[in-house]
């Protein structure tokens, strides 16, 4: 069984910056990929980065150039560094982790942390 803990949210000024950080118990070594979904009031949750195991990386559009995603397997934690951060990215953060082996596979969600971009 896998947790994933997210911190990091908070308010923040429009331009500025935050990181969120996703800690999983239990080994991380057959999670892949990991990375961040959001939702923002009324719309539909998107993906916004993940990162596989290899540390090939995917961006939606909007965030490109502006968050980055990282992963730290000795912490089991991944980062996700928020920057240049608009109105627009205002939305609960979550995030999450695909576990495969030979039974199957398993899609792990984080509970959620809220980032809210406001001056």
């Known amino acids: 069984q896998v947790q994933l803990v997210e911190s990091g949210g908070g308010l923040v000024q429009p331009g500025g910056s935050l990181r969120l950080s996703c800690a999983a118990s239990?080994?991380?070594?057959?999670?892949?990929?990991m990375g961040w979904f959001r939702q923002a009031p009324g719309k539909e949750r998107e993906l916004v980065a993940l990162?596989?195991?290899?540390?090939?990386?995917y961006y939606t559009t909007s965030v490109k150039g502006r968050f980055t995603i990282s992963r730290d397997n000795a912490k089991k934690t991944v980062y996700l560094q928020m920057s240049s951060l608009q109105p627009e990215d205002t939305a609960v953060y979550y995030c999450?982790?695909?576990?495969?082996?030979?039974?199957?596979?398993?899609?792990?969600w984080g509970q959620g942390t809220e980032v809210t971009v406001s001056s």
């Open positions: 999450y982790a695909d576990y495969s082996d030979s039974h199957g596979s398993l899609r792990y």
């Open positions: 239990g080994s991380i070594f057959r999670l892949n990929p």
């Open positions: 990162i596989r195991s290899d540390s090939n990386t």
